[in-house]
Structures are given as C-alpha cells and as structure tokens.
C-alpha cells in the first residue's frame, strides 16, 4: 500500500481485487458488506462517500474483517449476523447461517397453518415444532408472521439452542417458544401439532468435502451431514413424526438437491401421511416436501403454490445443494 489517502472508493477497489486474488466468490459484494459493516452504515452510503477518507480505526477494523473473510470465514459469521425473512438472526461458528432457500419452507408452513387457522382453529392448529432449529430461523419466522402461534424447537447442540434463546428474546418471542436440547423428536414425546418444521443436516458425507470452505470449515458438521445418502434423518423423521401431527397437520422438511421424490416416497410409505405436495425452490429445484395426515377438504382444492404431486414444475435451474 502506497501513502496516498485511503478513501471509501479505493478501500473497496483494493479490496475486491484482493478477495478475488484469494479465490473469494463474490468479492465486491462482500467487500462493500463488510466496509458497510465496519462504518455501520448501509451499502449506500458508500457509493455517495467515494471519495470520503477512512479514519484510522476503521481502518483497522476493516482490516480485520478482510483477514478473517480470505481465512474463508462467511460474511454473516464476520458480522454476527443474517437476515432472513425480512427479521436479523444472529449467527456464530455453531450455527448454521440460515440461507435464502429455507424461506421456501417458511412461507410454505405460514401459508398451509394460516389456511388451517382460517379453517376454524382450535388451539391445536396453533402449536408447531421445529427440529434441528440452528438459529431459529424457521420457528421464530413463522412465529413473527402469524400471531397467536406457539412452537417447540429442539436442537441436538446446546451452542446452538443458546443462539436461537437470543434470538427470540431479540424478537421478542421468547414467550412462545419452548426451548429443547436432544435428539430429534424424543425431547417432545408425547406432544402433537399442527405442524413439525424441519431443515434437517441433508448432505450426503462423501459430497461435504466438495462444498465450499466456507460452509465445509467453518459451518458446524452436525448441521451438515445427512449420513451416507443424505436421508438418515428423513427416515427418522418419516417414521416417527406422522404420529405427532394432529388430524389435518403436516410436516414440512428442506431437502438438498435430488432429494424431493425418495423423501415424499419415505413419507407416504406411513400409512398415517395421506398426501405430499412438493415445492421448488427460485431456481427450479425441489426443496421442500410437505406432508399431510388428512389434508383438510377445503385446503385441497386451491393448493397454495400450486405444485402437487401431479403438476410438479420442471427442474430447470442449476444444480445446487
Ligand atoms: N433450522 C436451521 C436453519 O434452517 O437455518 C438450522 C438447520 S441445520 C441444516 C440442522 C440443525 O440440526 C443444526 O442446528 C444441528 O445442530 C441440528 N441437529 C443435527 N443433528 C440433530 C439431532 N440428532 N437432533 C436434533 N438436532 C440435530
Ligand atoms: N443448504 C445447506 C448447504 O448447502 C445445507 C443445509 C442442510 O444440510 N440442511 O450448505
């Protein structure tokens, strides 16, 4: 680096040639985000302060950041947090960072319980659980958009659940959600409702090692991997969650790329799952499978994406976990 003034513009020119250089995805993206971040400005600011000298703490800063993204480190770990749904999610090394596909399943699952509250909810149609629940990003969203809804969420990682209690507190929903630390259903035996969420770990174990490091290094392994093919836990969850659904629930789970049709067929291979819908994602692949034990009538006739069994859409977007 020469004497000259480092201005807002030259910082980011520098810095994006610098992350490209480290073989960084999207180096001017992540370059303004976390400059952003460091002046605690938005990402506009920055394009009408070009020419704007940095002081020398933010310089600092900065620098830091730019150490830790070329270790690979994600954006959303370097600044804590992650928006998803329109609401901020704090995020750390023992969470998964909530990515945009999952939104798929949020706005499946507020869509199908709004129907089903419409449909003259009784209390039961109110209560809903979250398995493998990471930052909470899936319960604590379709908490925020439909009142009066109740969840449990369990996690296998204490880390994690301690990260989605501050989340709901920050939220301000920590009074409708019951926090568990265990192994998929067994916390909540006993228990029914009208819906169980999951985004469960899906990548099969010999494809972690071809993921980005990013997600490979830095992202815990327990939210990772699915076992050998990657279905492990929808067995599980196949098996035994059905039998905690109330008459006209649903499950709704993420699943990774190819996964859609063996997860459905795992579903309605219990007898108590009398329907499954699947949902693609914004680039044309299958990532949610909703299934029902006795889909109400009414919800029958006008499916909300319009994408069941039968007409499911064309995969036409890249392949992507
Ligand atoms: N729900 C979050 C989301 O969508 O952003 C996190 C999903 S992450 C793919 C899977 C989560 O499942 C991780 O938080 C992991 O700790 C948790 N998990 C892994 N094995 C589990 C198990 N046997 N029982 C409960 N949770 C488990
Ligand atoms: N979608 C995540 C990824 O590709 C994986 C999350 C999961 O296993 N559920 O990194």
Known sequence: MTNQVWTVGRILKWTENYFKEKGIESPRLDAEVLLAHVLKQERIYLYVHFDEPMEAEELAAYRECIKKRVMHVPVAHILGEKGFMGLTFKVTADTLVPRPDTEILVQAAVDRLRSLQESGAGAEKRHIADIGTGTGAICLSVLHYLEGTMADTVDISPAARAVAEENAEALGLKDRVTFHTGDLLQPLQGMTFAAILSNPPYIPEKDIEALAPEVRLKEPHTALSGGKDGLDFYRRLAKDAPAMLTDGGFMALEVGIHQAEDVAKLAKANPLITETEILPDYAG???????????????QAEPAEGTGDNEK?????????
Do not use: L
């Open 285 to 299: 692949i299958d990532r949610v499978v909703v299934a029902w034990r006795n889909r109400p009538e009414k919800m």
């Open 313 to 321: 859409a064309e995969n036409a977007g890249t392949e992507e976990d």
